[in-house]
């Protein structure tokens, strides 16, 4: 499932390109990793743009660090003056929930 909302046009180039290597990530964990049956893909612009990918696959393992890839979409956030959450809810799954604001874009 796909969900945007906003004007899509607020989005610089820049943030752009970030937000799509975020999602491409994300999408390529789920597929790679999670043996989800759904994924969704949430975007919304306000005064920043928050990006929500969910599935419920298996989720993190509670063992397992982040590496890689789920380090870089952290970083990603944090340069652009933003904030990144990736999580594994107690139903299962993974919800990576990425925000960076407008400003920088």
Do not use: F, Y
């Amino acid at each position: 499932m796909l969900r945007m909302a906003g004007t899509m046009t607020a989005v610089g180039d820049e943030l752009a390109e970030h937000a799509e290597a975020v999602v491409n990530e994300a999408l390529s964990n789920a597929v790679r990793h999670s043996r989800a049956a759904t994924i969704a893909v949430e975007v919304t612009v306000t005064d920043e743009l928050l990006l929500e990918i969910t599935d419920d696959g298996c989720g993190i393992p509670a063992d397992r660090q982040r590496a890689g890839g789920l380090d870089d979409i952290v970083r990603r956030a944090k340069d652009l003056g933003g904030d990144c959450a990736i999580t594994s809810p107690l139903g299962g799954g993974t919800r990576v929930r990425w925000s960076a604001p407008l400003q920088n874009s």
